[in-house]
């Protein structure tokens, strides 16, 4: 069984990612903006999230990886590559830059138009996904190219792990994340090709099971060791792991039951919200709290619901004549 046919439990997981991303880059804007206090809770939610999150988007990445690379010659593969990862990180890159250069005085964190301009080499902002993606769909591409077997790539996530777990950063980018996600995409890949990515209800025990051994081990090592995201290590790689495991599996319970809750069409746009969220996020804060001087949190969320009850919703997506192709809606992760 691969995932040939369509699923619905990746967009389902990939909604519920999208969620926590524009949740975790919107309350750290919050953060140094003065609104929300920098420790307490705030810090808790961000180490949480910020622990497995992205390794969730590299892994749901791999599961199409070779549908995606079968269905076309390696050299239209990577066309499609540039298409929908390439193009979109060099628009919207400028796009926000100009609004941030522009913006300066403003915003919590300001920019400079050499430093924008620096993105072939330095990623700047979240649009690193996209550099690190395309990055990891490159090499995906040259290991299959060499091997034409799906169960070589075992060896690359091995490698990729241990090389998490014992590689210090390098000055090349680009290796930094190959090091850092190759083993949760390489997993996806793999995973992709077994049975178990097909959802069935006689697997709701094991879901639950899961949940509750994630939601332990979150409380153990953020309660108890008192450890964050940025110190990973093997306490990092398990963590995410447990955590994408639990993620899927309560995804795919969600698909046999037949319950999307809105989260399958988010998990489908989740390209065009990651790409817009920041602008749009950070218009709405500078605009509460710097242009009508308003900086208690509950107003902000008031706000959001004004806006959704009188049909405004540029300050999700942009108008729908300006949003991009449908096939990129869909290749956040893939």
């Known amino acids: 069984m691969t995932l040939t046919e369509r699923q619905t439990w990746p967009d389902i997981a990939k909604g519920v990612g999208i969620l926590l991303v524009?949740?975790?880059?919107?309350?750290?804007?919050?953060?140094?903006?003065?609104?929300?206090?920098?420790?307490?809770?705030?810090?808790?939610?961000?180490?949480?999230i910020y622990s497995f999150h992205m390794p969730l988007f590299f892994f749901l990445a791999g599961l199409f990886f070779l549908d995606s690379l079968g269905r076309q010659k390696p050299l239209g593969f990577l066309a499609g590559r540039i298409d929908t990862l390439v193009y979109p990180y060099l628009?919207?890159?400028?796009?926000?830059?100009?609004?941030?250069?522009?913006?300066?005085?403003?915003?919590?964190?300001?920019?400079?138009?050499?430093?924008?301009?620096?993105?072939?080499?330095?990623?700047?902002?979240h649009f690193w996904f996209l550099y690190a993606l395309f990055t990891l769909s490159v090499a995906g591409l040259l290991v299959y190219t060499v091997s034409r077997r799906?169960?070589?790539?075992?060896?690359?996530?091995?490698?990729?792990?241990?090389?998490?777990?014992?590689?210090?950063?390098?000055?090349?980018?680009?290796?930094?994340?190959?090091?850092?996600?190759?083993?949760?995409?390489s997993a996806g890949v793999l995973y992709g090709q077994l049975p178990a990515a097909r959802p069935s209800r006689r697997g709701a025990g094991l879901a639950i099971g899961l949940l509750l051994a994630a939601l332990a081990a979150q409380q153990y090592v953020h309660g108890v060791l008192g450890w964050r995201y940025y110190q990973q290590g093997a306490i990092g790689l398990g963590l995410a792991a447990l955590s994408i495991a639990a993620l899927v599996a309560l995804c795919q319970q969600a698909q046999?039951?037949?319950?999307?809750?809105?989260?399958?069409?988010?998990?489908?746009?989740?390209?065009?919200?990651?790409?817009?969220?920041?602008?749009?996020?950070?218009?709405?804060?500078?605009?509460?709290?710097?242009?009508?001087?308003?900086?208690?949190?509950?107003?902000?969320?008031?706000?959001?619901?004004?806006?959704?009850?009188?049909?405004?919703?540029?300050?999700?997506?942009?108008?729908?004549?300006?949003r991009l192709q449908p096939r990129l809606a869909g290749a956040a992760a893939r």
């Open 91 to 125: 628009i919207w890159w400028l796009i926000q830059g100009a609004v941030e250069v522009k913006l300066s005085g403003y915003a919590n964190g300001g920019a400079q138009w050499a430093e924008v301009l620096r993105l072939a080499t330095v990623p700047r902002a």
């Open 256 to 322: 046999a039951l037949g319950l999307r809750l809105g989260l399958a069409a988010l998990g489908q746009a989740s390209m065009v919200i990651y790409l817009m969220h920041v602008l749009t996020g950070s218009g709405v804060r500078i605009l509460l709290s710097r242009g009508l001087r308003l900086n208690d949190p509950t107003l902000h969320l008031l706000a959001d619901r004004l806006l959704r009850r009188w049909g405004i919703g540029w300050h999700l997506l942009p108008p729908r004549a300006l």
């Open 150 to 185: 799906p169960a070589y790539l075992a060896a690359v996530l091995l490698g990729a792990l241990a090389l998490r777990l014992g590689v210090e950063p390098t000055g090349v980018i680009a290796v930094n994340h190959l090091i850092a996600f190759g083993g949760f995409f």
């Open 22 to 48: 524009v949740y975790g880059h919107v309350a750290r804007g919050l953060v140094k903006a003065g609104i929300l206090p920098a420790e307490g809770w705030p810090q808790l939610v961000d180490s949480w």
